[in-house]
């Protein structure tokens, strides 16, 4: 939803940037990779050691790298199904580290929102299944109220207010997410049923 309204803009922002790095010898599959494991990486570093605040900014700057390496692609005509699948997989990669670090220390302290954090969790890979599956079979599945882009803003900026002290935001980020997570399954089913029929 976010994604889509706001793709636009942002591309036309980042293309010389993307100009810049294909010329310095950068390809879209490294920016992958250094955006996907870096995120990881930072966040398995920080949050699970529970450094929030560094956390949320050191990991998200590595998920601005997501915006570059499409962009990348097509104004270099490279895009390619391996590329594509790179990026995804990566892309699940990274949601699992972040929310798999943010778990693992609130588990250090016994915190009653473990159960809700790992749901998250599993409402995130749901959402990419369904869309994958779907279209293995050819339907079309995009949409719902919290695609990746709403649901890692609302991750990091619950993350990063927890840092600054505000304990509180991150049981109302992660209730919501739990909520939006799960009525996006929802509407990816109802669109995979209509697009089956």
């Not at 079309?140 to 509180?168: D, M, P, Q, S, Y």
Request: proline share 2%; hydrophobic share 50%; charged share 15%.
């Amino acid at each position: 939803m976010l994604q889509r309204s706001i793709k636009a803009p942002v591309t036309r922002v980042i293309t010389p940037l993307c100009h810049g790095l294909l010329k310095a010898g950068i390809t879209p599959n490294v920016m992958s990779a250094l955006g996907g494991l870096g995120s990881a990486a930072s966040a398995i570093l920080l949050f699970g050691t529970g450094h929030f605040f560094a956390g949320t900014i050191v990991t998200t700057l590595f998920v601005l790298f997501d915006l570059l390496d499409g962009t990348m692609a097509r104004i270099s005509n490279t895009s390619s199904r391996w590329g594509a699948l790179l990026d995804s997989t990566l892309d699940r990669v990274s949601d699992a580290a972040i929310l798999g670090s943010v778990t693992y220390w609130l588990s250090k302290s016994n915190d009653r929102l473990v159960p809700v954090v790992l749901a998250v969790l599993i409402l995130g890979s749901l959402i990419s299944y369904i869309k994958a599956r779907a279209e293995g079979l050819d339907i079309e599945c995009n949409g719902g109220i919290a695609e990746r882009t709403e649901r890692l803003i609302i991750i990091l900026v619950a993350t990063g207010l927890h840092g600054l002290g505000l304990n509180f935001v991150l049981a109302i980020g992660f209730w919501a997410l739990f909520a939006l997570s799960f009525i996006t399954v929802v509407q990816r089913l109802v669109i995979v049923y209509k697009g089956s029929r």
